[in-house]
Every structure is written in C-alpha cells, then in structure tokens.
C-alpha cells in the first residue's frame, strides 16, 4: 500500500526537528451536498529545521517518530514571501 502524502501551510515551527502543517480538504456534506471546508493539523518531522511558518510543503506518512509525530517533512512547494 502506498505512503499518503498530504500538502499543507506550515503553522508553527518553533519545536526543534518538528513543524505543525495545516492541511485544507474541500468535501461535500453528506446530507445537503454542500462543499464544506474542513482543515487538520498534522504534526511533522524536518531533520534540517529548514521549513518556517508560511511555506507551503509537502509531507509523506511514516513511522511514529514520537508520541505525536506520525509524519515527515518531503519537500518544500513554495518559500513563504
């Protein structure tokens, strides 16, 4: 089975090796059909410490590294301005 892999905005980055990516998902509402936007924060680990807070990335699943942390950083779409 394939890895899922999920992009996002880096939230928060003030722990050491780990950001917070919100991720956005558009989904209809089961019973009115409208497209409702819900979002979910995903903790991830950067070895580099090279992502901050307004960069769009991309990250993969991967093993439980902490408690918390149940992804890791792929790669960076896009540098916050």
Request: aromatic fraction near 4%; avoid cysteine.
């Amino acid at each position: 089975m394939p890895k899922k892999v999920k992009q996002g905005i880096v939230t928060s980055d003030k722990m050491n090796k780990t950001i917070v990516v919100e991720v956005a998902e558009h989904n209809p509402h089961k019973k009115y059909k409208k497209i409702m936007k819900t979002t979910k924060n995903y903790k991830a680990h950067d070895e580099l410490n090279t992502a901050g807070v307004g960069d769009v990335v991309t990250i993969i699943e991967s093993k439980p590294i902490s408690s918390t942390v149940r992804w890791a950083l792929k790669d960076i779409v896009e540098k916050a301005k």
